[in-house]
C-alpha cells in the first residue's frame, strides 16, 4: 500500500498526509467501512509524528472521508465518495502551488464574471455604497505599502453580495485564503516598488469594475471583471513557466542570469 511510505520532505506534512490517504479512499485501495492503520503504523511507515497524523485524520473527518470510533481508529466513512468539494494548495511558493492558483483563477473566471454582471444589475444603494467604501480601503491599503490582500478580498465580496445570490459570497468564503494569489505566491525576485506598481494596475481594473456596476451597466461590468480575472491568470501562467524554466537550468546558472539571457532573446 503506497500509503504506507515515508512522506517526503515537505513544509505540510499534515496536507501531504491527507492528501496520501484521501488517494487511498477514492481510488478504492482503501473501500468504505475499511479501518486506517493504527497512529503508531502511520507514524513509523511515513515518519512523521503523532500530532501530524492525528491533524491529519481530524481534517479527513472535517471533510467526510472518515470516522473515528472511540477505542477502535479511523475508519472509511461509508459515504466517502460524497465527501465535500475541496482545493487543494502545493507548498508554499514552489510550481505545484502556482499550478494551484491557475486553477483556482480559471475557476473564478467561470463564477466572478457572472457575479459582476449580476451586481450591476441588481445592486443596490446600500451595497453600491459598501463597494465603492472596499474600492477606497484598497487606496489605503496600498497608499501605507500594504499587500492590501483582506481589503481586495472584501471588495470582490462585496460585489459577490451584491448579485442577492447568497451562493456566490458562500462561494467566494469556501475559497478562503486561495482566493488572492498573492497570498499565496510570491512573486520572485520583486521589489518592493514592483509590488506597488502591480497593486495599483490591480487597482484600475477594480475601478473600472466599480465604475460599471455603478452605472449598472452588466456588459461593461462582465467584460471589465473577465479583463482582470485574465490578466491576473496570464501573470501566474507566466511564473509558472518561469519555475519550470528554473528547475531546468544548468548547473552553476542563476535566475538572474537566466531571465537576462532570455531577455536577449526577445
Excluded: C, W
Excluded at 497512529?39 to 481530524?58: D, K, N, Q
Excluded at 473527518?61 to 465527501?83: D, M, N, S
Amino acid at each position: 500500500m503506497s500509503l504506507l511510505k515515508p512522506l517526503s520532505p515537505s513544509r505540510n506534512l499534515v496536507g501531504e498526509l491527507v492528501e496520501r490517504i484521501a488517494d487511498e479512499i477514492r481510488s478504492g485501495r482503501l473501500p468504505p467501512g475499511a479501518r486506517l492503520p493504527t497512529e503508531f503504523e502511520l507514524m513509523a511507515a511515513t515518519g512523521v509524528s503523532r500530532t501530524v497524523v492525528r491533524e491529519a485524520v481530524a481534517a479527513l473527518r472535517a471533510e467526510g472521508l472518515v470516522v473515528t470510533r472511540q477505542g477502535l481508529g479511523a475508519f472509511v466513512a461509508t459515504e466517502a465518495h460524497r465527501a465535500a468539494f475541496r482545493i487543494v494548495a502545493g507548498p508554499r511558493d514552489e510550481p505545484g502551488s502556482i499550478s494551484n492558483v491557475v486553477s483556482v483563477l480559471e475557476l473564478r473566471l467561470a463564477v466572478e464574471v457572472e457575479a459582476a454582471a449580476l451586481a450591476a444589475e441588481r445592486a443596490d444603494r446600500h451595497q453600491v455604497a459598501q463597494i465603492e467604501t472596499a474600492l477606497v480601503e484598497i487606496d489605503t491599503a496600498v497608499a501605507s505599502g500594504g499587500s492590501a490582500v483582506a481589503e481586495d478580498f472584501a471588495l470582490h465580496r462585496a460585489i459577490a453580495q451584491a448579485t442577492h445570490n447568497p451562493q456566490f459570497a458562500n462561494f467566494l468564503d469556501f475559497l478562503g485564503r486561495h482566493f488572492i494569489p498573492r497570498q499565496t505566491i510570491r512573486a520572485a525576485e520583486a521589489s518592493e516598488a514592483e509590488q506597488r506598481a502591480y497593486l495599483e494596475r490591480i487597482q484600475k481594473d477594480h475601478a473600472r469594475i466599480v465604475e460599471a456596476i455603478r452605472s449598472g451597466s452588466s456588459k461593461d461590468a462582465r467584460n471589465a471583471m473577465r479583463a482582470h480575472l485574465t490578466k491576473s491568470l496570464q501573470r501566474y501562467r507566466g511564473l509558472a513557466d518561469e519555475g519550470r524554466q528554473f528547475e531546468s537550468m544548468q548547473p552553476g546558472e542563476s535566475r538572474s542570469n537566466r531571465r537576462r539571457t532570455q531577455g536577449r532573446r526577445l
